[in-house]
Nanobody
Framework: QVQLVESGGGLVQAGGSLRLSCAAS????????MGWFRQAPGKEREFVAA????????YYADSVKDRFTLSRDNAKNTVYLQMSRLKPEDTAIYSC??????????????????WGQGTQVTVSS
């Protein structure tokens, strides 16, 4: 089993930056594809980004590419989501997720087995 805990959320002004972290308590962390999703009030949860177990491959939603950067430190069992040039429409609860196995560009919620509780990101205009 894997337990995930997000941190780093908060309130920032438009154009600012924020780094989210997702710490995993499970073992064999490098065997898990890690993803980030977000959900704004009144909207359905959407895919943000995903990274392969080794960290060699990343994939981003069109809405965040060129602004967000996903990385991982397997020695620390941690995934990082660096968010830059934030926009008000980025406001949402951000959750990290894990799926054991090989990379295949997992972008749907059902493709992940474990979820964190989420962290709130609010971008003011």
């Amino acid at each position: 089993q894997v337990q995930l805990v997000e941190s780093g959320g908060g309130l920032v002004q438009a154009g600012g930056s924020l780094r989210l972290s997702c710490a995993a308590s499970g073992r064999t962390f490098s065997s898990y594809v890690m993803g980030w999703f977000r959900q704004a009030p009144g909207k359905e949860r959407e895919f943000v980004a995903a990274i392969s177990g080794s960290g060699g491959t990343t994939y981003y939603a069109d809405s965040v590419k060129d602004r967000f950067t996903l990385s991982r430190d397997n020695a620390k069992n941690t995934v990082y989501l660096q968010m830059s040039r934030l926009k008000p429409e980025d406001t949402a609860i951000y959750s990290c997720a894990a799926r054991y196995g090989s990379w295949w560009y997992q972008t749907a919620r059902y493709e992940y087995d474990y979820w964190g509780q989420g962290t709130q990101v609010t971008v003011s205009s």
